[in-house]
T-cell receptor, first 114, second 115 residues
Framework: DAGVIQSPRHEVTEMGQEVTLRCKPI?????LFWYRQTMMRGLELLIY????????DSGMPEDRFSAKMPNASFSTLKIQPSEPRDSAVYFC????????????FGEGSWLTVV | AQTVTQSQPEMSVQEAETVTLSCTYD???????LFWYKQPPSRQMILVIR??????QNATENRFSVNFQKAAKSFSLKISDSQLGDAAMYFC????????????FGTGTRLTIIP
């Protein structure tokens, strides 16, 4: 059974460029999460969706960040324009609350903005 | 609101020995889950073990077991027969079984295995 799939695994981009991170949750999971991890701030929840609807986006740092979930099997996190302080590991994760309530993480997308 | 505290930023253990990582938490929820996640240098977040708060029996997964003390709000992880591959950052976390699905993490414990 495939886990949470994220792409790209690594991305290096120049300041000001648009960055799009992609995620495919585990099949059958109805909640999807975007987390960011930095040395300074640890793991932060940016946003989560339930049944494709954004439920809590209070962690989205600013208007440069946006997330979408057009269907149950795909989500994107977009940063436009990117800044060096956005450099971090971005994790996508998914959960099926009705069957175990356990959040499984993807391998992460390492973003470096120079 | 939920909080998770890991008071040991770093721990080390001799290979093949046993080590216990501490975690305390606070929650107003009556129904919740507790987890230990492992993050090796690859940065992948790997689920190690989970515990349902309403179950009194401590969870075990091979060499990994927990000591869940609900009244004390304590959830420690014991790793037996430590192996080099156990070297990682370990995060304790909790999630409510109702309402917001936000996973609340501790700050992590870095475990070093001494050959």
């Amino acid at each position: 059974d495939a886990g949470v799939i994220q792409s790209p695994r690594h991305e290096v981009t120049e300041m000001g460029q648009e960055v799009t991170l992609r995620c495919k949750p585990i099949s059958g999971h109805n909640s999807l999460f975007w987390y960011r991890q930095t040395m300074m701030r640890g793991l932060e929840l940016l946003i989560y969706f339930n049944n494709n609807v954004p439920i809590d986006d209070s962690g989205m740092p600013e208007d440069r960040f946006s997330a979408k979930m057009p269907n149950a099997s795909f989500s994107t996190l977009k940063i436009q324009p990117s800044e060096p302080r956005d450099s971090a590991v971005y994790f996508c994760a998914s959960n099926a609350r009705d069957s175990g309530n356990t959040i499984y993480f993807g391998e992460g997308s390492w973003l470096t903005v120079v | 609101a939920q909080t998770v505290t890991q008071s040991q930023p770093e721990m080390s253990v001799q290979e093949a020995e046993t080590v216990t990582l501490s975690c305390t938490y606070d929650t107003s929820e009556s129904d919740y889950y507790l987890f230990w996640y492992k993050q090796p240098p690859s940065r992948q977040m790997i689920l190690v073990i989970r515990q349902e708060a309403y179950k009194q029996q401590n969870a075990t997964e091979n060499r990994f077991s927990v000591n869940f003390q609900k009244a004390a709000k304590s959830f420690s992880l014991k790793i037996s027969d430590s192996q080099l591959g156990d070297a990682a950052m370990y995060f304790c976390a909790t999630i409510s079984n109702f309402g917001n699905e936000k996973l609340t993490f501790g700050t992590g414990t870095r475990l070093t295995i001494i050959p």
